[in-house]
């Protein structure tokens, strides 16, 4: 529950460059779920001139993980100004830290976890071609924060194996047959067809 509505919610991870925001796009157009990146959130805060804007830059230019209070208000108020009832929180939790705050905050439990698991080499080549003017897409912060995820994410991913929630997608894939597992994975959310429009359009056709 949030603020009195009952919300799904999937937790999106794998290591940078995995792939999680341009599936996340897919699945928003596909299965109506709103997608809310951490990431994104930080950015936008330090665009916003907020007074926490100095530190989250210099955390993500290092690759290390914001503090949780900070980006657990973020996709607080995001799900609550949204007017959705599903969403893709993607890349949280980071860290046992962002775990726990998170439940304890807001007492969600997500539906299951997305984990998209690709090799160093094929993510470190996709960061270094994105080309979207990232601060932390550089060889040096690269290395940083695929040392973040091995010691702080993975344990995440671990945990919630532990509890029978991950579903796991082969990442190394071109991005369409990637997408091709994704759907498989969110069949039952999709959106139901009207059962009468759809008669009525298969009947005036034939
Ligand atoms: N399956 C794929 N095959 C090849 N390139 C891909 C694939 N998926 C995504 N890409 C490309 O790799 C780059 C990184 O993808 P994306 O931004 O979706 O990753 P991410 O997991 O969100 O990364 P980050 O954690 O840094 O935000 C983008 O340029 C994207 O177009
Ligand atoms: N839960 C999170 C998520 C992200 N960060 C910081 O933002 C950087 C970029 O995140 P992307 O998911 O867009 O790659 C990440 O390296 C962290 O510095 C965070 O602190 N906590
Ligand atoms: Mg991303």
Request: hydrophobic share 40%.
């Amino acid at each position: 529950m949030l603020g009195g509505k009952k919300v799904t919610v999937v937790f999106v991870l794998g290591g940078p460059g995995s792939g999680k925001g341009t599936q996340c796009a897919n699945i928003v157009e596909h299965f109506g779920f709103t997608h809310l990146s951490a990431g994104d959130l930080l950015r936008a805060e330090i665009k916003s001139g907020s007074e926490n804007g100095t530190m989250i830059e210099n955390m993500i230019k290092e690759g290390k993980i914001v503090p949780s209070e900070v980006t657990i208000k973020l996709l607080q108020e995001a799900m609550i100004k949204s007017e959705n009832d599903k969403f893709l929180i993607d890349g949280f939790p980071r860290n046992e830290e962002n775990r726990a705050a998170f439940e304890n905050v807001t007492k969600i439990s997500p539906a299951f976890v997305l984990f998209f698991d690709c090799s160093e080499e094929e993510m470190e080549r996709r960061l270094l071609g994105r080309n979207q003017g990232r601060v932390d897409d550089n060889i040096e912060t690269i290395k940083k924060r695929f040392k973040t995820f091995v010691d702080s994410s993975l344990p995440v991913i671990d945990y919630y194996t532990s509890k029978d929630k991950v579903k796991k997608i082969d990442a190394a894939k071109p991005i369409a047959e990637v997408f091709e597992d994704v759907k498989i994975i969110f069949a039952p959310y999709a959106p139901k067809v009207n059962y009468w429009l759809h008669l009525f359009f298969c009947t005036s056709i034939s």
